[in-house]
């Protein structure tokens, strides 16, 4: 699936590959919040020890930084995306669009949903952006 990026998105992409040597698949500009969706197994490698890595990214772009490990599947991209919330299964469901049916533990509603529905609007774009995914919904 092709992602349209905003010139203001790719360069964010570019400056946070050379801050951290990992070179994002996404990024979401949202104010001053960026999500960055970073290659399946470079995730230890973005954050860095102890987060050095990813906090001093958000020192330099003068913005909070989120990161979202991709996945393989549409099922787990979609429990990526919702990290740290615990998932206990994805179902994906194809009746009229595609919708992400996520069973979370009642203790991580808050974190998966976030402030202001924050997290669960995350994980809907990049999961239509990338899985051709219409909805997430927590169950």
Known sequence: MHVELS?????????????????????????????????????AAAIGQAGETV????RRLGKSVELVEDADTPEAFVASALAPAAVNAVTISEQNDRVAYVEVPEPDRGVAIGADGANIETAR???????????????
Do not use: N
């Not at 590959?17 to 990024?27: H, S």
């Not at 906090?55 to 958000?58: D, K």
């Open 55 to 58: 906090e001093e990214a958000e």
């Open 7 to 43: 010139d203001e998105a790719r360069r964010y992409i570019g400056r946070f590959d050379e801050l951290t040597g990992v070179a994002p698949k996404d990024c979401l500009v949202e104010g001053d919040r960026l999500v960055f969706l970073v290659p399946a197994g470079e995730m």
């Open 125 to 139: 774009i990049l999961a239509k952006r990338h899985h051709d995914i219409d909805d997430v919904q927590l169950t």
